[in-house]
T-cell receptor, first 112, second 113 residues
Framework: KAGVTQTPRYLIKTRGQQVTLSCSPI?????VSWYQQTPGQGLQFLFE???????NKGNFPGRFSGRQFSNSRSEMNVSTLELGDSALYLC???????????FGEGSWLTVV | GIQVEQSPPDLILQEGANSTLRCNFS?????LQWFHQNPWGQLINLFY???GTKQNGRLSATTVATERYSLLYISSSQTTDSGVYFC???????????????FGKGTKLSVKP
């Protein structure tokens, strides 16, 4: 069974641009969550979706948004990119909240 | 909010040695998971262990929820065990899960041949 797939794996953007990252969960998993990892702040929760509904959101500005589609695939968007948004963005899926979660390989975003 | 502390922050081992990594958390939790992050950045789930003891090959984990800590044991370490080990907790709301894992800062393990 395929794991969590994230695209793109690597990308470079310019300050002020926006970016969309995509995540396909493990088949049958309905919960998708997103995390940001930076050397300074570590792993921080962004948001979680279940059955197309955002159920929880971390402490990030409104420039960070996401959505989940009916097939459980999810996207996150960051608008008006800042240098500090450079990070590894990790998507994870699970059958439902509170179960074992499985991470994708991540999307490495560099903002220049 | 809940605090998750891992120790030691760094650990260097010779291949074949055993090690114990610790995770302390400041409040009751619904679940606790251990992950290994490989050099390419991917987080691999090792254990889902809100309480009790589990074993998987050379790795085992114990969580004592009443005392708010968990331990990850690595026996006969191999160079492929190198990477960062994270524990993460889910505090939940009203007994349910928030779907929000809070991670510790990790233990960076280097296993030398």
């Amino acid at each position: 069974k395929a794991g969590v797939t994230q695209t793109p794996r690597y990308l470079i953007k310019t300050r002020g641009q926006q970016v969309t990252l995509s995540c396909s969960p493990i088949s049958g998993h309905r919960s998708v969550s997103w995390y940001q990892q930076t050397p300074g702040q570590g792993l921080q929760f962004l948001f979680e979706y279940f059955s197309e509904t955002q159920r929880n959101k971390g402490n990030f500005p409104g420039r960070f948004s996401g959505r989940q589609f009916s097939n459980s695939r999810s996207e996150m968007n960051v608008s008006t990119l800042e240098l500090g948004d450079s990070a590894l963005y990790l998507c994870a899926s699970s059958l439902s909240s509170g179960n074992t979660i499985y991470f994708g390989e991540g999307s490495w975003l560099t903002v220049v | 909010g809940i605090q998750v502390e891992q120790s030691p922050p760094d650990l260097i081992l010779q291949e074949g040695a055993n090690s114990t990594l610790r995770c302390n958390f400041s409040d009751s939790v619904n679940n606790l998971q251990w992950f290994h992050q490989n050099p390419w950045g991917q987080l691999i789930n090792l254990f889902y262990i809100p309480s009790g003891t589990k074993q998987n090959g050379r790795l085992s984990a114990t969580t004592v929820a009443t005392e708010r800590y968990s331990l990850l044991y690595i026996s006969s370490s191999q160079t492929t065990d190198s990477g960062v080990y994270f524990c993460a907790v889910d505090q939940g709301v009203y007994g349910g899960s928030q779907g929000n894992l809070i991670f510790g800062k990790g233990t960076k393990l280097s296993v030398k041949p």
